[in-house]
């Protein structure tokens, strides 16, 4: 068998060689790339499982290796800490056959079947709705849905308690004599942070836009920060920093029973008591959900108003997990679109609206002026002589 797998990797390696993109169609590169990403989910499988037979029987050690992750680092090229992520993926396996199936057969990455695997150790049932969206979403979407059902299998005092204790802020300067960090924060001081870099990067971006002296979103980000620690950066009255979402009974009860809800948007569970607490402070938005249909908020006009920004910005229900891109899953720089356009009489409702980001809006917005759905964009003035 090692003798087939290594006659078929070198003619693998000899093709791979031999192969100029350049000489190809756009075509026949795309098909290139749908194959090769299979061939290297279904290798990196095989790769780690091998490795982790290696490390099982020492022979690791025989290699000049003490540890086997860094044995795997060594040999793969990737970092000690990704490489023990992959092995204990592996051990993962063991109770999810139809992952592992899945990720032989190049159906699934190795950080998808690791999300796969945690979430099914902590959440007993969960790995065939996980497997499930893997193989219709990105792999952003997959983590988010994967943490969010392993924080809410957690209590969440015990979550709370232990995010409180876990609190950390970093920072040293590297060989560019460039500030880094690492920050950690319990959500209900982190998200508002992070939400408040948002906003400001947002307008920022948009600024450029006009001026035409366009950045990359991260570095635009970067300037956010540095204006917030000054104590700059302009406001956005319409733009909550923090939304909390809660049952009402579970508010006035003190506590979430099976089937509510008590937590941050972008963040996840928190106490009831912690809710409390943050219901008192200005710069809160809290969304008491009581069932009552916010599909009916709507108005006539593009504006949209507190109540329907803040019923947009909870995301899908019943789980309220924030907004992001229909179309990319992105959670930064969203716009509201009208899925029907004003132009088209469409109304300012929830039903009518949905997120997108600037890439996805604009191909949108392109679509719908090449179906006739908006008015036809100005004639530019011709470039003087």
């Not at 709370?160 to 609190?167: G, I, N, P, V, W």
């Not at 917005?365 to 004639?379: E, F, I, Q, S, V």
């Amino acid at each position: 068998m090692l003798t087939e797998l290594t006659a078929a990797c070198e003619v693998l390696g000899d093709a791979i060689g031999a192969t100029d993109p350049s000489l190809l169609s756009g075509v026949d590169c795309a098909e290139m790339v749908e194959l090769l990403a299979r061939t290297e989910k279904r290798s990196a499988a095989l790769r780690v499982l091998a490795a982790a037979r290696a490390a099982r029987c020492g022979a690791h050690k025989s290699r000049g290796f003490s540890d086997a992750a860094r044995w795997l680092a060594d040999t793969s090229g990737t970092t000690t800490g990704e490489a023990k992520a992959a092995l204990d993926t592996v051990n993962g396996l063991e109770q999810c056959p139809h992952t592992k199936e899945a990720l032989m057969a190049g159906d699934l990455s190795l950080i998808q079947a690791r999300e796969i695997t945690k979430t099914e150790a902590a959440v007993a049932g969960s790995e065939s709705k996980l497997l499930e969206l893997a193989g219709r979403s990105g792999v952003g979407t997959l983590k988010d849905s994967a943490r969010r059902q392993r924080l809410e299998a957690e209590d969440p005092v015990e979550l709370h308690r232990r995010q409180h204790k876990e609190r950390h802020f970093r920072y040293w300067v590297d060989e560019h004599g460039m500030s880094r960090g690492s920050w950690a924060l319990p959500p209900e001081i982190g998200v508002p942070m992070c939400n408040r870099i948002d906003t400001e990067t947002d307008r920022l971006i948009r600024e450029s836009r006009r001026t035409g002296d366009r950045e990359a979103r991260e570095r635009l980000a970067a300037d956010a920060l540095a204006k917030l620690i000054r104590g700059g950066g302009k406001p956005n009255a319409n733009r909550a920093e923090l939304v909390l979402v809660c049952d009402i009974s579970a508010f006035q009860r003190g506590c979430v029973e099976p089937g509510e809800v008590c937590h941050v948007i972008g963040g996840g569970p928190v106490p009831v008591s912690v809710a409390r607490e943050m219901a008192t402070a200005a710069f809160i938005k809290a969304v008491l959900h009581d069932g009552t249909r916010i599909e009916t908020v709507a108005h006539l006009g593009r504006y949209l108003n507190a109540k329907l920004r803040t019923a947009l910005g909870l995301g899908e229900p019943p789980l309220f997990d924030g907004a992001m891109c229909a179309h990319c899953d992105r959670r930064y720089g969203l716009q509201w679109d009208h899925a029907d356009p004003v132009a088209n009489h469409g109304p300012t409702s929830y039903d009518n609206l949905r997120a997108l980001c600037w890439p996805c809006h604009k191909e949108k917005t392109d679509r719908d002026r090449a179906a006739g759905l908006l008015r036809p964009r100005p004639p530019t003035a011709p470039d003087p002589p």
